[in-house]
């Protein structure tokens, strides 16, 4: 197993919490963070502080919006969040590769 | 095993990526809704004696605009009570999915409607159930991609109920003329969304988001 390809795993991606949301980010345009917080089951605080990460890396997106005179939080990936995200899962798929039996 | 956590990360990536699209709003009111609406149909027909053609396209046509209509106010209603849009992308996606075999369906209603001024035919009205049990099912399967896996099986217990009735039409060919096809209708449409809708009552997760 070539110990390099660990180190070029993405650090902020790496951790559950932004994984989870970066993954519910890819395969929807977009999530409201009510949305978010449901699906994955984690804390106001605990959502907004990963979320703010990920903004700060540039891979996500927050657009703030009012709907029915509520304010309406929506996020989706950057160009840049869905090349990392893609790049990460093709790291962690060479890893699962490497590490089968021939 | 170092690698044991790439693999389950992989899969929980899979399982949030898959959850995310889906349509996860409470299908339970809307199936009983469907359900009732569509007894309340067959019996209406049924006990109203509506023969003619039209009346028979008119009728169904009457009970589907109010039950899309009906299932639409029930979700934008769960919708506003979790402060979400009711046009989210999960709808957006089973609607699209949904509207070629209605098209298809309200097409083919509308010429019957057109072409059968006067006319009373079972024949006409048989083919009417097998091809909208069809069309139904190949629509909510498709939209099946969208929301929980029991939708696509309640697709193909609709299109295997067209096929057993044209079969069974097939083997008797006589007989059947006195089979009351309002209440047919019922019993499929209302009855397979109503038995649907109960089993979720008590199946589903009370938390939905679309």
């Known amino acids: ?102 | 095993m170092e690698t044991n956590w790439a693999a389950d990360n992989l899969q929980t990536i899979r399982t949030l990526m898959e959850r995310s699209a889906l349509y996860r709003r409470a299908l339970a009111p809307i199936m009983i809704f469907a359900g009732t609406m569509g007894i309340a149909g067959g019996l209406t027909g049924a006990l109203g004696q509506i023969q003619s053609n039209r009346g028979f396209v008119w009728l169904w046509l009457c009970t589907a605009i109010a039950s899309l209509t009906g299932a639409l106010f029930l979700v934008r209603r769960q919708a506003l009570k979790d402060s979400e849009p009711f046009w989210s992308p999960p709808t957006r996606r089973v609607s699209e999915a949904l509207l070629p075999a209605f098209f298809v369906g309200l097409i083919t209603a509308v010429m019957i409607l057109v072409s059968s001024a006067g006319t009373q035919s079972w024949e006409v009205q048989f083919f009417l159930v097998v091809f909208w049990c069809w069309l139904y099912g190949c629509a909510i399967h498709a939209a099946g991609f969208f929301m929980p896996r029991g939708v696509r099986w309640l697709g193909w217990i609709f299109i295997m109920t067209g096929c057993i009735l044209l079969a069974i039409a097939s083997v008797l060919k006589q007989g059947l003329e006195n089979v009351p096809l309002h209440l047919l209708m019922g019993g499929i449409f209302g009855g397979l969304h109503f038995v649907y809708g109960v089993y979720l009552h008590f199946t589903e997760p009370k938390k939905n988001v679309a």
């Open chain 1, 1 to 102: 197993m070539n110990p390099e390809i660990f180190l070029q795993l993405n650090r902020v991606i790496h951790e559950k919490g932004r994984l989870a949301i970066m993954s519910a980010l890819a395969a929807a345009p977009e999530l409201s963070f009510t949305e978010l917080r449901d699906l994955l089951a984690m804390t106001d605080g605990n959502l907004t502080t990963h979320i703010r990460t990920l903004q700060e890396e540039g891979f996500l997106s927050v657009a703030k919006s009012y709907q029915n005179n509520r304010p309406l939080t929506s996020c989706s990936l950057t160009v840049a969040g869905r090349k990392a995200f893609a790049q990460y899962i093709d790291l962690l798929d060479q890893i699962v590769r490497q590490a089968k039996p021939k």
